[in-house]
């Protein structure tokens, strides 16, 4: 999205929340940080005149998006999220359905089990209250202290292919798989790897937001903001 925004020639800031060390570099001018709430995030609009807003967080990103649809609608600035389409079970699939990260916290209550816990660093503490298991996570960034007394990390950026997620999930004997419905092909790997192994999937749902514009792809966007009335080409 930013690639294809700064070959419009369109004015852009890329926002980032600062959670990973080194993002990747963009062809944009990069914020980092958080706007301190729905009032910062409006004045930060009203102070910068955006006109538009994309909202291309993580489908997990619940605050942040929320935040951002109030803010939007309190600064009267037209946002739409870039967001990729949810995972759905295909034939020999086997999975349970929880609602949130405490659901499936609850869900790995009994005996141990070796666990892909693919859900990232920001919820690994609240894994610890079920320390029987040994977890696999696999991180973007080197990990500090961790929550968890039986674990391994592997430090890696997707995307991922089925080759390896077979092989990395192979070696560390995996028996169940943790992951967050985030949707696009990127991470998929690890859940077609799940079904080829006939391996159990906990899949956490997506949080509700209000209702707001959605769209699936950079075309998709880039023909909102035109329409929207943003010179494109210049």
């Known amino acids: 999205m930013a690639k294809a925004v700064a070959e419009q020639g369109i004015p852009a800031t890329y926002s980032y929340a600062g959670r990973v060390e080194n993002p990747r570099p963009q062809p944009l001018p990069v914020r980092v940080g958080g706007f301190g709430g729905v009032d910062g995030l409006a004045s930060y609009l009203r102070d910068h005149s955006v006109s538009h807003v994309v909202d291309a967080t993580h489908p997990f990103a619940a605050q942040m998006s929320g935040n951002a649809i109030q803010a939007c609608r309190d600064a009267h600035v037209p946002l739409a999220a870039l967001t990729r389409s949810a995972w759905t079970a295909q034939e020999g699939d086997n999975w349970h359905h929880v609602a949130d990260i405490n659901g ?74 943790v992951s967050k419905n985030a949707g696009g092909t990127g991470a998929r790997a690890k859940l077609d790897v799940a079904r080829a192994l006939g391996m159990p999937v906990l899949m956490i749902d997506r949080p509700a937001l209000p209702q707001r514009t959605e769209l699936s792809s950079v075309a998709q966007v880039l023909g909102w903001l035109a329409h929207s009335g943003v010179n494109l080409g210049v």
Not at 134 to 149: Q, S, T
Not at 169 to 175: A, F, T
């Open 104 to 177: 499936a916290v609850a869900a790995l209550s009994g005996a141990p089990q070796r666990v892909f816990l693919a859900v990232g660093r920001m919820h690994l503490e609240d894994f610890a209250a079920q320390p029987q298991h040994h977890y696999l996570l696999r991180l973007v960034d080197e990990p500090g202290a961790l929550p968890l007394p039986n674990c391994d990390v592997v430090v890696s950026r997707g995307p991922f292919t089925v080759e390896d997620d077979r092989a990395l999930m192979q070696q560390h004997g995996i028996e169940l798989v």
